[in-house]
T-cell receptor
Framework: EPEVTQTPSHQVTQMGQEVILRCVPISNHLYFYWYRQILGQKVEFLVSFYNNEISEKSEIFDDQFSVERPDGSNFTLKIRSTKLEDSAMYFC?????????FGQGTRLTVV | GQRLNQSPQSMFIQEGEDVSMNCTSSSIFNTWLWYKQDPGEGPVLLIALYKAGELTSNGRLTAQFGITRKDSFLNISASIPSDVGIYFCAGLPFSGTYKYIFGTGTRLKVLA
């Protein structure tokens, strides 16, 4: 299985609260992504992370977002102060050669 | 920024029909990937293309990497109800980045 596992599958949070989304690789991968998909729209790149450092990030990935791999295994996306417009599906993916394999996603609902 | 336009946006077809969709851009891409997304789930990789002109099949799916490097095509033969979903192309630019750019998606509905 080339995919990654994401938790939680669904999270509801109050506007202004912090959320942490988690991605658990199946094996010892090094290159990860976070993508976002607002309902009914296309999949948008947020950030790539290689060997415990941010490799690239998009304009969406502002100071409210951060990523880390605190224990060398789980890869997390933190949103510090959620806004209504952060409601979306968030996908973790890993890269193998030039192919990207996506997790099942976390549906984040900000109310 | 780079954009990938997919057409058609949506299509309704009868079971058993063949399907064609494409992905175009004004920019050159190094790799093309085609994904299928079911409702509430993540994109699942269907086919990967690496060279201009390359034609690759995966069961009933066939995809081609356009010779100009600016487009790609996906064909599904003899569609079945489980082909329903959204199909996305994703391109890897030639600029040395590993940031995949996703297309706008083609929503496919199959009528039994």
């Amino acid at each position: 299985e080339p995919e990654v596992t994401q938790t939680p599958s669904h999270q509801v949070t109050q506007m202004g609260q912090e959320v942490i989304l988690r991605c658990v690789p199946i094996s010892n991968h090094l290159y990860f992504y976070w993508y976002r998909q607002i309902l009914g729209q296309k999949v948008e790149f947020l950030v790539s992370f290689y060997n415990n450092e941010i490799s690239e990030k998009s304009e969406i990935f502002d100071d409210q977002f951060s990523v880390e791999r605190p224990d060398g295994s789980n890869f997390t996306l933190k949103i510090r102060s959620t806004k209504l417009e952060d409601s979306a599906m968030y996908f973790c993916a890993r890269r193998e050669h030039t192919e990207a394999f996506f997790g099942q996603g976390t549906r984040l609902t900000v109310v | 920024g780079q954009r990938l336009n997919q057409s058609p946006q949506s299509m309704f077809i009868q079971e058993g029909e063949d399907v064609s969709m494409n992905c175009t851009s004004s920019s050159i891409f190094n790799t093309w990937l085609w994904y299928k997304q079911d409702p509430g789930e993540g994109p699942v990789l269907l086919i990967a293309l690496y060279k201009a002109g390359e034609l690759t099949s995966n069961g009933r799916l066939t995809a081609q990497f356009g010779i100009t490097r600016k487009d790609s095509f996906l064909n599904i033969s003899a569609s079945i109800p489980s082909d329903v979903g959204i199909y996305f192309c994703a391109g890897l630019p030639f600029s040395g980045t590993y940031k995949y750019i996703f297309g706008t998606g083609t929503r496919l509905k199959v009528l039994a």
